[in-house]
């Protein structure tokens, strides 16, 4: 296709869960063809200038473009930055150029976030990606959320054991007092037996601790966006609302174990884990092995045992966005009962060989399948039948 109008050239955004392109930039356009979607900037191609001198000074920019796009990708997110700044500086017209800045810069801030001690130069770089890209609504409502984090969590006192770093309010008495004990004492020991169990160890090897925040509830809502009925949060971070520890504690410890979960999740599965085995693992691990994790899938299967089952499709995404909270809370049983049933007749084993199998790109379907001979969508009805007897 040489002599072509720019190709899209696809990246997906992984830590921010966004699909974004980047343009290299041609010297003759050409039309597209049938099945190329028309590009979203729509200056993807500048014609070649006449005269050699802006000729030669066009192809130094869209060199340099194409270098930094091959920097970008092999994860070289401050070169790439450079390079591309020189390309506007070079050319400031060029949307191209300026689009592509903006990405790189949104890809790099999201790095640096996720160290506390480099956050600050991240939210400066991810305002200088919304100057260059207006439109994007994706980095403006990053930005705003950025933002209020720091408005809300910026002054907290903060805490520090091996693997985590806990921030939570000063005025709080009962945090400054054997709060953050308890809090940091029991992440420890759960880190030590997850770590086991899902092979993976984060917050090791120079990478940032786990952070954690203590939150009151409205202080929750207003950074999450969840209702009354969510215990506590992960987005690469562990939020909590706690509004009396001393009557709370022991569904403190709870939704600690359940949102460190999803840390693990993430470290030994990436973010491809589907809704149903993500949540379902953390709500089976909320409890330690033993008589109350029994009791809670018993408790899952009485409750599922008067529900009409989902498809396992219908709980792949988040399940915190299905609807009402009834939806919710009864996709979070089917979740737990389905993922007690895989540990009682397949073994615990198979639950996190489907985790780590996503980050090798195998789907959970054909881990069960290959570990069992039994595919997902059976085990699931069998399920169903086993709950109307």
């Known amino acids: 296709m040489s002599g072509a109008r720019a190709w899209v050239f696809a990246l997906v955004l992984l830590a ?31 014609r070649a200038a006449v005269a050699p001198p802006p000729q030669r000074i066009e192809d130094e920019w869209t060199q340099k473009n194409a270098r930094a796009i091959e920097l970008l990708n ?13 390309c506007v500086a070079g050319d400031p017209g060029e949307g191209v150029f300026r689009a592509n800045l903006a990405e790189a810069l949104a890809r790099l801030a999201r790095e640096l976030y996720e160290d506390v001690e480099t956050r600050g130069l991240a939210i400066e770089h991810l305002e200088h990606a919304v100057e260059l890209a207006p439109e994007r609504a ?93 215990g506590g949060a992960y987005n690469g971070r562990i939020r909590v609302p706690v509004a ?13 174990r359940h949102e460190l979960v999803h840390a693990f999740v993430q470290e030994a599965g990436g973010r491809g884990v589907k809704g149903w085995l993500n949540e379902g693992i953390a709500e089976y691990l909320e409890q330690p092995a033993g ?10 299967r009485e409750r599922a045992s008067a529900l009409e089952l989902r498809s396992l499709d219908e709980l792949g995404g ?45 789907s959970l379907e054909a881990t069960f399948e290959a570990r069992t001979r039994v595919s997902l969508a059976r085990a699931l009805g069998d399920l169903a039948q086993d709950l109307k007897r």
């Open 318 to 362: 988040t399940l915190a966005s299905l609807g009402s909270v009834e939806e919710i809370r009864d996709a979070y049983t089917q979740s737990l009962a389905f993922v007690g049933w895989i540990e009682h007749w397949y073994g615990e084993r198979v639950l996190f060989e489907m985790v780590s199998g996503c980050r090798d790109g195998v």
């Open 74 to 86: 092999q994860g070289e997110l401050e070169e790439a930055v450079a390079l591309f700044a020189e």
């Open 291 to 300: 008589a109350r994790r029994e009791t809670a899938i018993q408790d899952a």
């Open 138 to 230: 994706d980095l403006a409502d990053l930005l705003a959320r950025w933002k209020a984090e720091a408005e809300v969590e910026g002054d907290f006192w903060t805490d520090r054991s091996l693997h985590f770093r806990l921030s939570y309010d000063g005025d709080r008495e009962e945090l400054l007092g054997s709060g953050y004990d308890l809090v940091l004492r029991t992440l420890e020991d759960a880190y030590a037996e997850f770590a086991d169990l899902f092979g993976v160890r984060p917050a090791e090897d120079g990478e940032p601790a786990i952070e954690v925040v203590l939150l009151q509830r409205e202080e929750f809502g207003r950074l999450t966006g969840l209702g009354h009925w969510a």
């Open 16 to 46: 921010a869960g966004i699909t974004w392109r980047l343009w290299p930039r041609e010297a003759a356009p050409a039309p597209l063809p049938p099945e190329v979607s028309p590009p979203v900037i729509e200056r993807g191609v500048r």
């Open 244 to 256: 009396d520890l001393a009557r709370e504690e022991r569904q403190l410890v709870r939704v600690l």
